[in-house]
């Protein structure tokens, strides 16, 4: 007769009381996933956050209370679960998983690895540290009403980079408010002010600089004397953007003074943040008056929507659309909210002006109304709820694990709405690993179509192979016979090649890099392609990667035998012996699903490939989705679901 401990096998229950569990994250997802662990009997815990508490995490990070904002996720989260399970084990770091100090040897003092991360390179890197360690690791994501859980184990199952990734449209608040790279975070932050100044107030939504970032080492008392400039001008003060918008009668030049100019100057005594970053450049109304060149407000050739003014221009248009809206929102009369439509041109004028003046500050190339318009939509909400679900398929995947039944793992996807057979979780069998993976292939190799006379080390260094290939910290051996090194990891060792570029060195078409990050126990093999015709501000192109598309069928699937990147002993065959789509991330439904419930996900490919539901047995569709792991998946012709970016 089988003895149960609660709702569990007594060797169940006994591993684990026994067995070590690392936790990445505490947001969102890790605070359900921690409470679930040691609910469930799970003893020895570890779990690691960078973050800081904010009040706008309160409404779904129920660990957290009014009186820890500030205060480390990790920790707060650690104390909160004990009080749950006082006799469980748990270790808190407020520290970033990507930190030297947590390297494979740490990793192998684990029997499994959960993720509850909230940005694409944290979970490439835990992915390969996972790999590297050989141990399991429970992949997870959330996008408003959809989720994924995934299971990884090297040699058995796809790795996390096995499959191309689409853009990613979840992003950090610190990112949104203190550090935009890319026009889609000026975008989103647009849209943003537009409901914390005529819409609804958002905790999740603010617009100002976020002096909680973890990135920002900077004191309090010094920052107050160095932004004394900036506050003589009626300046900075921590109070609401629509309180302050009020006190000043929607004046859209000084409203302009404190977004661009103010908040700017703020950001600017954060100095750590500026340390390997450009740093911005505040804007002036008044200067940008005196200085204006005539013909720059005049209009251009072409289609209206599909110009790109001047930075005056999109001042002008930014006064124009704040005194439109202000009108709108007085004529509603006292408490009035507007809500922010594409569709609505004064809103969307004030969107593309807002979200372009912020490119502009961040050294970024301004976009046309028509590409802000086509990119604003798509915004998806945190739900709670959600990450509840998510969290509990999370420890359900771990007890098969535990029990030594990895091959009864699955892929669960939760749906939006029921399909035919009223299921709202759609699990499915785990892919093998793809025979070509960069990463957990048995020699990772990739091309890249680079132009090397416009290249330089840093840029390879920075753009190419930490921001898409995710190493932490690469060396780069050239293969000319001498063993030139391009790049060390070694601070300062080769600094002085920085603005060079790589064609200095030889590197012309046909050349051949080998990359290493010793961190992750990683090494990549870069085949050099030169060309001088990619798209304006393209730098550079994977061969064969088309992210937004789903690749074609690979023509025959090899088995992987051997893992180079990481303990070759511990490899694993595939188990499984068919075809893999190289496609994103996928949702298990039929046709008719589909047609009954458009909001379950977007099609975002007519590649098609029949799969069997591992419950009921019956053959249904497998479509290509957006990628919840890495982005928040965004309904692809719906053109209702505007809502704002999720930061889980």
């Known amino acids: 007769m089988v003895q149960l401990v609660g709702a569990l096998r007594k060797e169940l229950a006994d591993s684990l009381s026994t067995s070590k569990v690392l936790v990445v994250g505490a947001g969102g997802i890790g605070c359900e996933l921690l409470k679930n662990l040691v609910l469930t009997g799970f003893k020895n815990i570890e779990v690691i956050d960078l973050d800081t508490i904010d009040v706008s995490n309160l409404n779904r990070q129920f660990l957290f209370q009014k009186k820890h904002v500030g205060k480390s996720k990790a920790q707060v989260a650690k104390e909160s679960a004990l009080q749950f399970c006082p006799s469980a084990n748990i ?27 909230d940005n694409r390179a944290a979970r490439n890197h835990v992915n390969r540290m996972c790999l590297a360690a050989d141990i399991p690791l429970i992949e997870s994501g959330t996008a408003g009403y959809l ?23 979840t992003f950090p608040g610190c990112t949104i408010r203190n550090t935009p790279s890319e026009p889609i975070h000026c975008i989103v932050w647009a849209k943003y002010l537009f409901n914390q100044l005529f819409g609804e107030e958002d905790a999740d939504q603010d617009v100002s600089p976020d002096t909680a970032d973890p990135e920002a080492a900077w004191k309090p008392e010094e920052t107050a004397a160095r932004a004394t400039a900036a506050e003589k001008d009626g300046g900075i003060k921590r109070v609401s953007t629509k309180q302050w918008a009020r006190t000043n009668k929607y004046d859209p030049i000084k409203l302009f003074n404190k977004l661009f100019k103010d908040d700017i100057m703020y950001l600017l005594t954060m100095d750590k943040l500026w340390k390997k970053r450009k740093a911005p450049t505040p804007l002036d109304w008044q200067q940008l008056e005196n200085t204006v060149c005539p013909k720059e407000d005049s209009p251009g050739s072409g289609l209206k929507d599909q110009q790109v003014l001047g930075v005056w221009g999109y001042c002008k248009l930014f006064q124009e659309s704040v005194d439109t809206l202000h009108s709108l929102l007085d004529e509603k009369g006292d408490g009035a909210e507007l809500v922010w439509d594409k569709d609505d041109p004064p809103a969307m004028d004030f969107v593309t002006a807002a979200a372009n003046l912020r490119m502009h500050i961040f050294s970024m190339n301004m976009k046309s109304r028509f590409d802000v318009k086509s990119m604003a939509g798509n915004i998806i909400p945190a739900i709670a709820t959600t990450n509840a679900v998510i969290a509990g398929l999370i420890v359900l995947e771990g007890l098969k694990i535990l029990a030594g039944e990895v091959e009864t793992c699955r892929t669960i996807f939760l749906n939006k709405c029921p399909n035919l057979r009223k299921k709202l979780l759609v699990p499915c069998i785990l892919d093998p690993p793809v025979a070509n993976c960069y990463v957990c292939a048995s020699k990772p190799e990739v091309t890249i179509k680079v132009n090397v006379h416009k290249t330089t080390v840093l840029s390879l260094q920075d753009k190419i192979l930490k921001e898409r290939f995710g190493m932490v910290a690469p060396d780069v051996q050239i293969e000319d016979g001498k063993g030139t090194i391009l790049i060390s990891s070694e601070d300062g060792e080769t600094e002085a090649n920085n603005n060079k570029f790589i064609s200095d060195f030889g590197i012309r078409n046909g050349s051949r890099l080998q990359a290493d990050d010793f961190l992750q126990d990683y090494t990549l093999l870069i085949n050099v392609l030169h060309t001088e015709e990619l798209e304006r501000d393209v730098e550079f192109e994977v061969v064969g990667e088309a992210p937004d598309k789903a690749p074609p069928p690979q023509a025959n699937n090899e088995e992987v035998n051997s893992i180079t990147n990481g303990n070759k002993d511990s490899a694993q065959p595939s188990t499984s012996s068919k075809v893999i789509d190289e496609d994103d991330v996928m949702l298990v439904d039929s046709d008719e699903d589909a047609e009954a419930s458009s909001s379950s996900a977007a099609v975002t490919s007519s590649t098609k490939r029949k799969h069997s539901d591992v419950e009921t047995g019956e053959t249904s569709t497998k479509r290509p989705r957006t990628d919840l792991l890495g982005a928040a998946a965004a309904p692809a012709d719906n053109d209702d679901d505007d809502d704002i970016i999720a930061l889980d």
């Open 91 to 117: 270790t808190a770091y407020h520290d970033s998983i990507m930190n030297p100090d947590y390297n494979v040897e740490f990793f192998k003092n684990f029997i499994l690895v959960m993720n509850a991360l």
């Open 147 to 169: 989720g994924q859980v995934t299971v990884i184990k090297k040699g058995m199952t796809e790795c996390y980079e096995c499959q191309p990734k689409p853009a990613q449209k």
